[in-house]
């Protein structure tokens, strides 16, 4: 009798075993489960984040791109600007130096132009001192000696070809009486004490507005100045 109940007892505690390995196991399988879900949420939560991050990037990269396009149009434009402005600016120039011979040469025929008849010099030895150098120059810029008397007509009257020669009420310098005396710097940065760098000045003047010292010896005599 003890041994069958022995046997029984065996039995249920089989049973029982069983039915716990049985609960455990399912308990286990559960936890499992949930540790799964618990890692695909954590992936998927850092595919999120990972996903906005290069959203947030591509955003920088576009945002630093565009700047860049913007500040290469902005400078491309400026420098466009300049050359426009500059390009006006030597066309302005030309246009007043071309409108300020037309006046000259205008003047010039609506005035009977006096010929210088005077004698015409041998050669520059004739002459001494800031004539001399005057009369050099005039053939260097390439005047005839012709030229030379009507030249030595104007300065003579507007200087007495004195290279110190100012004009208080004006501010006329040097030989040819610039106005102002600064002009004659575009010659040379001694043109306060060179009587050179005057006459080169000019004889510059004379040749664009008048083309010849005659034709400015000419325009003076009819209108005081030249």
Known sequence: MSRLLSRF???ALAVTLLGVGVVGGYYLGDNRKVQQQAVHAEL???????EQQLMK???RAQMVTTAERRAAEYE???KAAAVAKAEAERARRAEEAASRK???AAANASTATKPYAGPIPASCK????NRAIGCALLLDSGFKLDQMPCLDKLWTKESGWNHRASNP???AYGIPQALPGSKMGSAGADWQSSPATQIEWGLGYIKDRFDTPCGAWSH???TGWY
């Open 9 to 11: 007892g065996v039995r």
């Open 76 to 78: 491309a434009a400026r």
């Open 169 to 171: 009420s004006t501010g």
């Open 126 to 129: 004739e002459y001494s001192g």
């Open 220 to 222: 003076f005599q009819n």
């Open 44 to 50: 998927a939560s850092r595919a999120d984040r990972a």
């Open 102 to 104: 037309k006046r000259a």
């Open 57 to 59: 990037d591509q955003h």
